[in-house]
């Protein structure tokens, strides 16, 4: 019985690992498959990936650029840039408005129920004062690193952001990743030596997306090491 679910989560994650490697193949096949129908599948996965805390693991990045390479490949197809930036640059505002209010909400209630047993009271006061000053920053830089983007609104529903200023940034930020990474994929995907190694751009857009983080990271151990003295 274990060895069955073992063997089926293997399974399952090999299947995501090749979809996210020839994610171009992959798209390609559903728009034969789906036709005009293959924009609410996009939107439903761009939604999720931004929308619920569960799933930051569905393609972001990669399925815009290999969905604006798409349309670059076919210019009378069914996929055109216009269309996909205006409808994937919603599925991005209404994912994470939906995050934020999930974050404001049940986010409050349960961080409520645990506090000083989980979570300190002092660190939602953190929270909440860092978006008060740098909540508008985080929200759009948030857009272009995968995993952070799926948790930067729930965070800031949490920390009580303002309604109206984060709005402000989650419309910004969503046409700029949006527009940003259709339009690359629409202009370099093209490019014979990209078609070619489409796998390893793909790689090369996550580890590159993924720099922020670890740039963050080790800065911020430096300063502490320096708090800390010798």
């Not at 063997?7 to 399952?12: E, K, L, M, T, Y």
């Not at 994610?23 to 619920?52: K, S």
């Not at 815009?64 to 210019?75: I, K, Q, R, T």
């Not at 983007?149 to 949006?178: E, H, K």
């Amino acid at each position: 019985m274990i060895f069955s679910l073992l063997q089926s989560i293997v399974h399952a994650l090999m299947a995501s690992l090749d979809t996210f490697l020839h994610l171009d193949v992959h798209l390609r096949e559903w728009v034969v498959v789906c036709g005009a129908w293959i924009y609410p599948v996009l939107f439903l996965i761009i939604f999720c990936e931004t929308g619920l805390v569960v799933t930051p693991f569905l393609p972001g990045d990669s399925l815009l650029f290999a969905a604006g390479a798409l349309a670059a490949l076919d210019p009378a197809g069914v996929l055109t840039p216009t269309r996909l930036v205006v409808l994937l640059a919603l599925a991005g505002i209404f994912g994470n408005t939906v995050n934020y209010w999930i974050g404001r909400t049940w986010g409050l209630r349960f961080f409520a129920r645990v506090e000083g047993r989980i979570v300190k009271h002092e660190y939602l006061e953190r929270t909440q004062i860092f978006y008060a000053r740098h909540g508008g920053k985080a929200i759009v830089l948030a857009r272009f690193i995968p995993i952070i983007r799926t948790i930067a609104p729930f965070v800031a529903g949490v920390g009580l952001m303002d309604w109206r200023r984060y709005l402000l940034y989650n419309v910004s930020g969503s046409l700029a990743w949006v527009g940003l990474m259709i339009l690359a994929g629409f202009f370099f995907g093209t490019i014979p030596a990209v078609q070619h190694n489409f796998h390893i751009v793909v790689v090369a857009i996550i580890a590159v997306s993924l720099l922020p983080v670890l740039y963050t990271s080790i800065t911020n151990s430096s300063r502490a090491k320096r708090t800390r003295g010798p």
